[in-house]
């Protein structure tokens, strides 16, 4: 049977016992989508996954999708991709080096979203390179009451990388990010749609704004509210080892690279992220 360990008193665990290359009954994965909904963040120590073992696992949890960028999807199976600093010829890639360093939730900017992602760490840096996640649960509940109360009937306006983060200027360029991308709309104070519990649901890197609030103004309160969630009280960092496997709740969390590790450490991952099926 499964063990489950939190980390410290945040929404982060660390489940022992299941071989995720191989460990894919309905009652291990109903397992691990239950400890989803009470942690936000699972760490699975010790795993060996190559990207079609990855891609089999994933499918268990709905329906994988190819990543926007395109230059970094598996050749063979597109919707498992690369979270890289290497480029093809084992030369430092300079985008890979910053990208996904700024705070965010992954594909906010579209009208469907995914329900998990997950990383499985191939090559780390022995040191820096970690990677930080923020709980928007707990975020949403140390709101002072008035905020609550002015974010429940908002809208928040989301589209790829406008937001005050300042992600356009990084991802500039990339195969992938060069069609238009239309605003979406979801909630600000959205509900979990399987643990029922209410969500800050505003990242700086996709939210530019709030329907019906000015333009100014909607852009200083997403600067403010994510400020406010990415308080130390209310973030993890995980230090990445060979083997790990990370995954997180992508409605629950924001997250983000550190940033940290010299530009010529290498650093390769594969991840997947997993819509409902």
Not at 208 to 214: C, I, N, S, T
Request: no cysteine; glycine share 10%.
């Amino acid at each position: 049977m499964p063990t489950v360990r939190p980390i410290g008193d945040r929404f982060v665990a660390e489940v022992a016992g299941l071989d995720l290359a191989n460990d894919h009954d309905d009652a291990a994965i109903a397992w691990i989508a239950d400890r989803l909904d009470e942690y936000a963040v699972l760490v699975f120590r010790g795993q060996h996954l190559d990207a079609q073992a990855l891609h089999r696992f994933a499918r268990r949890f709905g329906a994988p999708q190819r990543h926007v960028l395109e230059r970094y999807r598996h050749p063979e199976i597109p919707e498992i991709s690369y979270v890289t600093n290497v480029a093809p010829d084992g030369s430092v890639d300079p985008f890979g080096v910053r990208r996904a360093t700024i705070w965010h939730s992954d594909a906010t900017y579209e009208a469907a979203l995914p329900r998990l992602a997950m990383l499985h760490a191939l090559e780390v840096p022995s040191q820096g390179g970690g990677t930080l996640f923020a709980d928007m649960r707990a975020a949403w509940d140390a709101l002072p009451e008035a905020s609550q109360t002015r974010l429940l009937p908002l809208t928040g306006l989301h589209r790829f990388n406008v937001g005050p983060a300042g992600g356009a200027g990084i991802y500039a360029g990339q195969a992938g990010t060069e069609n238009g991308f239309e605003d979406q709309r979801h909630p600000a104070a959205a509900v979990h749609p399987t643990s029922g519990r209410r969500i800050l649901f505003v990242n700086p890197a996709h939210t530019h704004g709030f329907e019906g609030v000015a333009r100014d103004e909607g852009w200083r309160m997403v600067e403010q509210l994510s400020a406010h969630a990415v308080q130390d009280r209310f973030v993890h960092r995980h230090n990445w080892r060979p083997g790990d496997l990370v995954i997180w709740d992508e409605r629950a969390t924001m997250h983000r690279g550190a940033g940290d590790a010299r530009p010529e450490a290498r650093r390769v991952l594969l991840r997947s992220i997993v819509y409902p099926g």
